[in-house]
């Protein structure tokens, strides 16, 4: 069975990023028993178009880095219908995120229908969007709750 997750921020070169390459090191480091007949594919996107074709966004790329992962070669675009189409979950960083949407899904697809899409905190409970970095500086607590987030969806997906 294969499980396919795409993380999505306004300019996927901070917050979804840093998801995408959580959650796969999160899966990297499960044991071979856990994923028997599962197999991961992690993506992110961005909402916008300000930032395709930039890296990740220096200070995103060091917080991954201070914990051994490597997000080298990401590159941000954006989400399309397509996406919406193709994977299982689409897990946003927050409420402007999924305003957003309306600009990229038809109206029929943007009262999610088939329940895809979740914000990233509602996996652990709590209702609040996951701060944005580019806004606050503050790439540390980001990366907790990315962190947080990432560990609960992965539970509550592999149960």
Known sequence: MKIKILFVCHGNICRSPMAEFVMKKLVRDLPAESLADVEFEIA?????????????????RRMLASHGIDCSGKT???????????????????????????WILPPELQKDPNHKISLLMDWVGKSRDVADPWYTGDFQATW???NEGCKAMLAQILR
């Open 76 to 102: 941000a675009r954006q989400m399309t219908v397509r996406d919406y189409e193709y994977y299982d979950y689409i897990v946003l960083m927050d409420r402007n995120n999924l305003r957003n949407l309306r």
């Open 144 to 146: 907790d709750d990315v």
């Open 44 to 60: 992110s996107a961005a909402t916008s178009t300000e930032e395709i074709g930039n890296p990740v966004y220096p200070p995103a």
